[in-house]
Nanobody, 116 residues
Framework: QVQLVESGGGLVQAGGSLRLSCAAS????????MGWYRQAPGKQRELVAA???????NYADSVKGRFTISRDNAKNTVYLQMNSLKPEDTAVYYC??????????WGQGTQVTVSS
């Protein structure tokens, strides 16, 4: 079992920045990749960024150059630094963990609202 707790969401003006954090606990030794997804009202949940256990990253085209995902394995924490935020980035952001063996877990989500 793995528990994921997100923090760092909030309200920010367009052009501003936020940093999301996701702290993992439990069987953290079994975590492979971690990532951030988001879901806006009326839309499907989509991948924002992911990072492998070795540090390889991938990003949605819509956030490339603005968002940076990073991982501190010693703290079992993954971060999402979001710069140059746009109103279309408004969504609930969810932390996700893929475990070796195929199981995955989700955090409870944190709201990010970008005002124009």
């Amino acid at each position: 079992q793995v528990q994921l707790v997100e923090s760092g969401g909030g309200l920010v003006q367009a052009g501003g920045s936020l940093r999301l954090s996701c702290a993992a606990s439990g069987s953290t030794f079994s975590i492979n990749a971690m990532g951030w997804y988001r879901q806006a009202p009326g839309k499907q949940r989509e991948l924002v960024a992911a990072i492998s256990s070795r540090g390889s990253t991938n990003y949605a085209d819509s956030v490339k150059g603005r968002f940076t995902i990073s991982r501190d394995n010693a703290k079992n924490t993954v971060y999402l630094q979001m710069n140059s935020l746009k109103p279309e980035d408004t969504a609930v952001y969810y932390c996700h963990a893929d475990l070796w063996g195929g199981t995955d877990y989700w955090g409870q989500g944190t709201q990010v609202t970008v005002s124009s």
